[in-house]
């Protein structure tokens, strides 16, 4: 081999390196699109995309239990910044169930996935909501212990205060959403007390909840109201205050009064869509989708940069 060759080959291999790396930067603009934002941001002055239950993606019925396509480190790629966890309590460890049914899904394959992004994405962070689902079986301690178990594993990577955080304070950790009952606090933003199908506020000293959660209705048009109505209350809010928007639910269906998921997200999402490729005003919290895409996730985090 000539020195020419020799000395040519690392060279070529270091440029196609550099080519791939733009290349994956391109193909994936969104996973460090909070590097854009000034670090003394507050959380809940963004539009933020997210996932409604973000690991169910396999169902027993078709249109009764799947609510995402993209995998979670393909929702992270694609922007979503706020994930819904929902972890079934058996044998002292947490599976991603959603209602009865298992989704092939643990919570260390989540906690991989989001320590793994953040590593790789250090301006980021991800706002995680985390609650018990479906029944608790042959456990030896509670929920929460079980919790910090976990925690334990990378305790660095979470933030646990009360308060919504600036992004500088939130940069390359999971942010607690906690919807379960807990002795040792401050663990995390306090969810306790959320109200089933309903629209609520929870109040705390160092936060405030703004949420709509209504899932079950009968008119597609009565729950884009009410999403139009967080987002407009959004606009107005202090800064302690973090406004949820789920945009997710289901109607049934007139056989045996089946849940379809699909027949809601087929009508929201297009007006979702739309909502957000026109003049939208920065400030809308987060919103909470059913079949996260790369396209709904662009516009909600456009409108950060408006």
Known sequence: MTPGKALGSPVLCGLLCVCLLRSSAAA?????????????TRLSELSIPGTHDSGA??????????CQ??????????????????????????????GP??????????????????????????IMSVQEESKPSANTRAFEHTFDAYLAGNPARWRLAEGVPTLSQAQGKIVLLRRFKARAVPKGIDGTGWLDNASF?????????????VYRFHDYRWKWKAIQGLYEEAECLDRDCLCIDFTSGFTRSWF????????????????????FAGETPP??????????DDRRCSLIIAANRR
């Not at 849940?259 to 979702?272: E, G």
């Open 101 to 126: 049914v298992y989704q092939r899904l643990a919570f260390d394959d989540v906690l991989t996935a989001c320590y793994g992004f953040l590593g790789e994405n250090p301006t980021e962070c991800i």
């Open 201 to 213: 506020t929870i109040s705390r000293p160092a936060a405030k909840l703004r949420v709509q959660d």
């Open 28 to 40: 994936e603009p969104n996973a460090r699109w909070m590097g854009s934002i000034g670090g003394e």
């Open 57 to 66: 993606r396999h169902e027993w019925f078709c249109g009764t239990t799947k």
């Open 283 to 292: 400030r809308r919290g987060i919103t909470v989708m059913d079949f996260a």
């Open 256 to 275: 045996f009064g089946i849940p379809r998921i699909r027949a809601v997200s087929n009508r929201i999402n297009p007006l979702l869509t739309a909502c």
């Open 69 to 98: 396509t993209l995998t979670i480190p393909r929702q992270l790629r694609t922007g979503a910044r706020f994930l819904d966890i929902r972890c079934r309590h058996v044998k002292n460890r947490f599976l991603i169930y959603h």
